[in-house]
């Protein structure tokens, strides 16, 4: 796996090509995970810890190109009060703002990452002024078109807009009838969000009155818990049903009736995202230890049987995440168990 230390360039491309896969082990459970987008922080990864205890970690992670090995900086670890359930980095691929990382837990914080390689909190951001309890946060999303904006889902069944500039709440709003697990931007000012209503929903903050439901799960009271909006092609959208080995396919012009259900996982999934570079693929990754990758080109014509993913992958134990590279399409990272892998695809 390490690169060649052979000066001759077209060696270590060589190298490189072989090398398809590189793994770092962590001290504990990873669950949240998260690429970099910035330009000059190439192979960059933030995890996270799934401790059952109050402190936790996080770890920001790089690819050391020359030897091939992920390394830690001890600088770069910091601790985080429960575990966090996600964890995004600045979109903003060009370098023009701070470097900035942003985790949910208890509260929505954001970390700023200083060119001398510490990192400090910039902000908490309590969506519950009224009060010190707060509904766990379940899930957040920092939008790309604005990336002043980040949208959280909380198990209080609410949707907070933030403008983290400014450290203010832009829009608060009761989003379903139950525990609100994802959300995800469609653009500038429409987000979507999943619940344990069973419920895909879409809001526009142009018009916070009104929500279109795109899709409501067949069997009364199964939750969904995980949503994928396709950034390339903001017509569709996946998302997953709590405990299910399928992942649904919709296409936000025909609400209630999927266009596609990807069905060859043998146990549950637990993770999707849509290729950054292209409108037609998506990657799955489950508890049957596998991420498979999919072409949903044919996604209007019926195939007969269903659809087979392009490409399959098994690691060592149950993927829990599963995060596909905006600034380095090329590359799929996984976390299972302690193992934190990236994948050439």
């Not at 379940?138 to 959280?152: H, L």
């Not at 043998?266 to 990758?293: K, Y």
Request: hydrophobic share 35%; with cysteine.
């Amino acid at each position: 796996m390490g690169a060649s230390s052979d000066p001759n360039q077209d060696g270590s491309d060589e190298q490189q090509k072989r090398s398809e896969i590189y793994t770092y082990e962590a001290p504990w459970h990873i669950y949240a995970m998260n690429w970099s987008v910035r330009r000059d922080k190439k192979y960059r990864l933030a995890i996270a810890s799934l401790l059952e205890q109050y402190p936790n970690r996080v770890e920001i992670v790089q690819l050391d190109d020359s030897n091939g090995e992920i390394r830690s900086d001890p600088n770069l670890s910091f601790e985080h009060p429960y575990p966090p359930t996600k964890t995004i980095f600045i979109p903003d691929k060009e370098c023009q703002k701070p470097d900035l990382l942003a985790t949910s837990s208890d509260f929505l914080r954001v970390w700023r990452i200083s060119d001398d390689h510490r990192v400090e909190l910039k902000s908490l951001l309590n969506g519950n002024k009224n009060s010190d309890f707060c509904g766990p946060l379940t899930s957040f999303d920092w939008n790309d078109a604005e990336p002043k904006r980040i949208g959280t889902s909380s198990i209080d069944t609410t949707c907070t807009i933030w403008d983290i500039d400014r450290e203010i709440v832009d829009t608060q709003l009761i989003a379903h009838d139950k525990e609100v697990y994802d959300i995800a931007w469609g653009g500038v000012s429409v987000f979507a969000s999943v619940s344990a209503d069973g419920s895909v929903r879409v809001f526009d903050l142009r018009d916070k009155e009104h929500s279109t439901i795109i899709y409501e799960s067949s069997e009364p009271d199964t939750p969904l818990v995980r949503l994928g909006w396709n950034k390339q092609d903001p017509r569709y959208m996946a998302t997953i049903i709590m405990d299910s080995s399928k992942v649904v396919v919709l296409d936000i012009r025909y609400p209630t009736l999927p266009v596609v259900e990807l069905q060859r996982h043998q146990a549950s999934v637990n993770a999707i995202a849509w290729a950054p570079h292209s409108s037609c693929h998506i990657c799955t990754a489950g508890d049957d230890s596998q991420a498979l990758i999919w072409d949903l080109s044919s996604m209007g014509q019926p195939v007969e049987g269903g659809l087979d993913p392009i490409l399959a992958y098994t690691a060592g134990a149950e993927i829990e995440q599963l995060q596909w590279s905006s600034s380095q399409p090329d590359w799929v990272a996984i976390a299972f168990s302690t193992k934190l892998q990236i994948l050439r695809v």
